[in-house]
């Protein structure tokens, strides 16, 4: 007899082993017809797979979110299949499904052609009407591989040899196609529908290192229906439309080059934004009492092997040897300069919980192949904080933190905000005990606020639990910014205790925060979330006074005049073009407002205020003018 435990409480007995597919059938024809997959006791499995045991048992369909990543999976292996009966030459290796989609890495001498995508997903939409069964295989280790070794796949034969012992070695059969994977898989090609694309070519070296051999990766999208394909098709015209990069070239905000891989060159219009964001923040911390330091950028080898990140992340750190054969490394995290200043002096129980804040410029090693612009770089700037506190206060200054993590996020336009929780890595400093304390402040944190999380097991930091924030843009996309770790290993090993109410020396908890993250990362984040159009009191220049005629000239210069002495970052353009070019040229650099000045503004004291994007403008007297915009300039921290 196995029972089944369906979603709903309800179950299902039979007096043997029972498939998901005939499950599935015996509830209903629309059930069967629509059914993906199944999961038995939280597992994803196949529907052909035979179910022996009692278990919990749900059927998922496409309308199932994590019925995604089984559709881009197979997608992949129709691509594969597609591939290999174009190219039969080409060697197939790993395709996994992926954030949004999926990629197949494949060896061949020629290379792939744009034209080649076409042919390929063309061959896909043939695979799928065709709705060849997936049926799934166990074989003998040595047969598989001497299958693979004999029909050229020499990749998928080394795969197979690193296999361990004590694991079956599956293969999945559709058509003449044969692969190698664990599944599971879609009961059909058919099933899984045509909402895909083949978007980009890319290299690859085999198994990510650069000593292997360069690999050919073809990239895909797929969805669960063509209605979802579209809108995520438009969300990347949009993001194109909005990428940093070519807004950052428009609005004339930094560049980078070759000298410098990594590292940003911040023109005058964007280190100006970038300011503003440091005084937004300095502004927020100083109001819930943080003190502000500063620590050096280089520091002897000898601090990072007693903070362990010599150990545990000396592959990203940058080192430079001096002529008395000291080692020195630039700092890749701003953690052991802000313990020895709280270091510095005796430190009472009474003094706590200490908040020192710290915009510290790091460095890290990223390979030249993940930068992107201000996302991925080399150099940048950290929001940091370290917050030093008794066990005793972990849990509320936890609480603290997050509430004004939430709160700053809401006055950047961010309302929706996801919190993920990742415990202890498999590498890592201190005893199981120490984690449990700090897991469980951190969870309680949440749990009392009342604030829903996802769990991210095993991608904690090296010294501690951690909270990272997720924000959602205007398009849809999601961006880890925001951490919060805590950490009661880095206080001993670097030796930070504080004196308790007994005169006995004590080890702090030590709280990890950055609100922004990385500045420079905030900051792409911020310019495709408003499409470069920044809220007034952000915006690089907030309003250019721009002339028709030379009668205007001497009166534009008042007006900038006034403009600035109110407080307002204001620029002149006294150019002999027509109006209606400088209009669009300065619309182009996405300034907010455009104040347009003849010779009847100038006789009456008045100007024509534009806004960007808007068609008309509205006559206003100029202390008028100057009232509304400085209004607006206020930012959010006028009613904090």
Same mark, same amino acid.
């Given at each position: ?15 043997? *082993? ?12 629309? !059930?069967?017809?629509?059914? =993906? ?5 939280? %597992? ?43 190219? *039969? ?18 060896? +061949? ?7 080649? !995508? ?13 709705? %060849? ?46 692969? $190698? ?51 995520? !098709?438009?969300? !990347? ?7 940093? +990069? ?17 590292? #940003? ?48 992340? +000396? ?25 020895? #200043? ?10 706590? *919980? ?12 990223e390979p030249s192949g993940a930068l992107h612009g201000l996302m991925r770089v080399r150099e940048f700037t950290q929001d940091d904080a370290h917050i030093f506190c008794t066990t005793g206060q972990l849990q509320s200054e936890c609480e603290t933190v997050v509430s004004l993590i939430m709160d700053i996020y809401k006055d950047f336009g961010f309302e929706d905000v996801r919190i993920k929780f990742s415990d202890r890595p498999e590498k890592r400093l201190g005893t199981n ?52 770790? #805590? ?20 080890? /702090?908890?030590? $709280? ?6 990385? $500045? ?37 210069? %008042? ?8 407080? $307002?970052?204001?620029? =002149?353009?006294? +150019? ?14 996405? #300034? /907010? ?26 006559? =206003?007297?100029?202390? %008028? ?16």
């Amino acid at each position: 007899m196995v029972t089944l435990t369906l979603p709903d409480g309800s179950q299902r007995a039979y007096d043997g *082993p029972v498939t998901g597919a005939q499950v599935a059938a015996d509830i209903g024809p629309g !059930l069967a017809k629509a059914a =993906l997959a199944v999961k038995i006791d939280g %597992e994803m499995a196949d529907l052909t797979l035979p179910i022996e045991a009692d278990c919990a048992f749900a059927i998922l369909t496409a309308k199932d979110e994590e019925s995604l990543d089984l559709i881009r999976h197979d997608a992949a292996h129709v691509m594969a299949e597609a591939v290999k009966e174009l190219y *039969p030459d080409v060697q197939v290796t790993i395709g996994p499904a992926i954030e949004n989609g999926f990629y197949y890495d494949f060896a +061949r001498s020629e290379p792939f052609t744009p034209k080649d !995508l076409e042919r390929i997903e063309a061959r896909m939409m043939e695979i799928v009407d065709r709705d %060849e069964a997936v049926t799934r295989e166990v074989w003998n280790r040595r047969d598989a591989i001497n299958f693979f070794k004999d029909a050229g796949e020499h990749y998928k034969a080394q795969i197979i040899e690193g296999i361990p012992e004590d694991q079956d070695i599956r293969l999945y059969r559709q058509g003449d196609f044969i692969d $190698l994977c664990r599944g599971p898989h879609l009961p059909s090609t058919g099933r899984l529908g045509k909402a895909f694309k083949l978007m980009k070519l890319a290299g690859a070296y085999w198994r990510g290192d650069a000593n292997n051999e360069m690999l050919q990766r073809i990239y895909g999208t797929a969805w669960a229906d063509k209605k979802q394909l579209a809108a995520y !098709l438009t969300m !990347l015209e949009e993001a194109e439309r909005r990428d940093h +990069r070519k807004l950052g070239r428009e609005m004339d905000l930094f560049h980078f080059q070759e000298e410098a891989p990594g590292a #940003v060159f911040w023109h005058p219009k964007g280190w100006t934004l970038f300011r503003k964001l440091i005084d937004y923040m300095r502004t927020r911390q100083e109001h819930a009492d943080y003190v502000e330091i500063s620590t050096p950028g280089v520091m002897d080898r000898v601090m990072w092997e007693k903070s362990g990140h010599w150990e545990n992340f +000396r592959e990203n750190m940058y080192t430079t040897q001096t002529e008395d054969e000291r080692v020195f490394a630039l700092k890749p995290m701003n953690c052991p300069g802000g313990i020895q #200043v709280f270091k510095q002096g005796i430190t009472s129980y009474k003094d706590l *919980p200490r908040r020192i804040a710290e915009f510290g410029k790091v460095n890290r090693y990223e390979p030249s192949g993940a930068l992107h612009g201000l996302m991925r770089v080399r150099e940048f700037t950290q929001d940091d904080a370290h917050i030093f506190c008794t066990t005793g206060q972990l849990q509320s200054e936890c609480e603290t933190v997050v509430s004004l993590i939430m709160d700053i996020y809401k006055d950047f336009g961010f309302e929706d905000v996801r919190i993920k929780f990742s415990d202890r890595p498999e590498k890592r400093l201190g005893t199981n005990a120490v984690w449990d304390t700090l897991e469980t402040a951190l969870k309680g944190a949440l749990d009392k606020m009342g604030y829903p999380y996802t769990y991210n097991p095993g991608e904690g930091a090296f010294y501690g639990p951690k909270l990272e924030f997720v924000l959602r843009d205007a398009i849809g996309r999601d961006w880890q910014c925001g951490t919060l770790q #805590v950490d009661m290993n880095l206080p001993e090993r670097l030796d930070v205790h504080y004196i308790d109410e007994k005169g006995d020396k004590v080890r /702090p908890v030590m $709280l990890h925060r950055a609100l922004f993250g990385s $500045l420079e990362r905030f900051t792409g984040i911020l310019i495709e979330h408003y499409a470069g159009r920044m809220p007034l009191w952000l915006a690089p220049v907030q309003a250019v006074v721009a002339t028709i005629t030379s009668d205007a000239d001497a009166y534009a210069s %008042e007006v900038v005049a006034a403009l600035k002495s109110a407080g $307002l970052r204001a620029e =002149l353009d006294l +150019r002999n073009e027509k109006i209606n070019y400088k209009i669009r040229e300065h619309s182009h650099a996405k #300034v /907010p407002a455009i104040l347009v000045l003849g010779k009847r503004e100038a006789e009456e004291g008045k100007v024509a205020l534009r806004r960007l994007g808007g068609k008309d403008q509205e006559i =206003l007297a100029l202390k %008028e003018a100057i009232d509304i915009l400085c209004a607006e300039a206020k930012g959010p921290l006028a009613g904090k």
